[in-house]
């Protein structure tokens, strides 16, 4: 297969798969609201959420893998996609925090009232922490999704290329 050819799969596929699983990932988060943001543990949703957009992540690489012949395909499809769902991802929790500001401050009061923490939170603060949090959400979008694109990679190079 020609370079630039893929190239374009690459990004097509990694950009197709993105949205797909972004919008996946943007319906739970909407769905969860406050509580999903502020949870230590991801509930039930997020477990299966997480499942599919995992699964969506190594499928999306056997598949450019197998199509390209070249694990390194597969990563960075799966590096692409995991930008495109980080962005739907913070789109929804942005949206979620803006629109309930109040219930997510007096959250995270509570938490600190229960570690005796003797600190006061205001909405801007809650706020700050979110987006600070989101910021650090890249790289663990970016690197989830390149690992297990690399991961179905692995197992798209090894498929039998059928002669035409």
């Known amino acids: 297969m020609e370079q630039t050819a893929r190239g374009r799969l690459v990004l097509q596929q990694g950009l197709l798969f993105g949205a797909i699983l972004g919008v996946v990932d943007l319906a739970r988060t909407l769905v969860e609201g406050p509580t999903g943001l502020t949870a230590a543990v991801p509930g039930a949703l997020g477990i299966v959420t997480f499942l599919v957009v995992a699964a969506g992540f190594v499928y999306l690489g056997f598949r450019v893998a197998a199509r390209a012949g070249k694990a390194s395909q ?69 690197g989830v999704g390149a690992g297990l694109g690399a991961l179905g990679g692995l197992f798209g190079t090894r498929r039998p290329v059928r002669a035409v």
Do not use: M
């Open 74 to 142: 597969g990563a960075l499809a799966g590096l692409i996609a995991g930008l495109v769902v980080w962005a739907c991802y913070v789109a929804g929790a942005l949206l979620v925090a803006f629109s309930n500001q109040e219930t997510l401050r007096r959250q995270f009061q509570t938490a600190a009232d229960q570690a005796h923490l003797g600190t006061q939170y205001t909405t801007g603060t809650v706020l700050a922490a979110i987006i600070v949090a989101l910021a650090f959400a890249v790289f663990l979008g970016a």
